[in-house]
Nanobody, 121 residues
């Protein structure tokens, strides 16, 4: 069993910053790609940023230059540093990870429970 636990959401004024954290735990052989998605009310869930096991990153155009994704493999943790936040960044942010479990080395995709980020204007 593998799970992701997120933290760091909250209310912030436009122009402010927040840092999200997501830690994977359980029967883990290796955490492969980790990423952050978000879903605003009435909209589809979208990829915000991702980072591979090798450290390659990918960002949505809307957050490039403002958000930074990073990971600490020794802690099975991924972070999302969000700067210059805008009201349109308001959404529930979900952590996602593709993990090779110790259980027969099966690859699984896991989602966090979501954390709300609200940016006021």
């Amino acid at each position: 069993q593998v799970q992701l636990v997120e933290s760091g959401g909250g209310l912030v004024q436009a122009g402010g910053s927040l840092r999200l954290s997501c830690a994977a735990s359980g029967s883990i052989f290796r955490v492969n790609t980790m990423g952050w998605y978000r879903q605003a009310p009435g909209k589809q869930r979208e990829l915000v940023a991702s980072v591979t096991y090798g450290g390659s990153t990918n960002y949505a155009d809307s957050v490039k230059g403002r958000f930074t994704i990073s990971r600490v493999d020794a802690k099975n943790t991924v972070y999302l540093q969000m700067n210059s936040l805008k009201p349109e960044d308001t959404a529930v942010y979900y952590c996602n990870a593709r993990i090779t479990s110790k259980n027969a080395y099966v690859d699984v995709e896991v989602w966090g429970q979501g954390t709300l980020v609200t940016v006021s204007s």
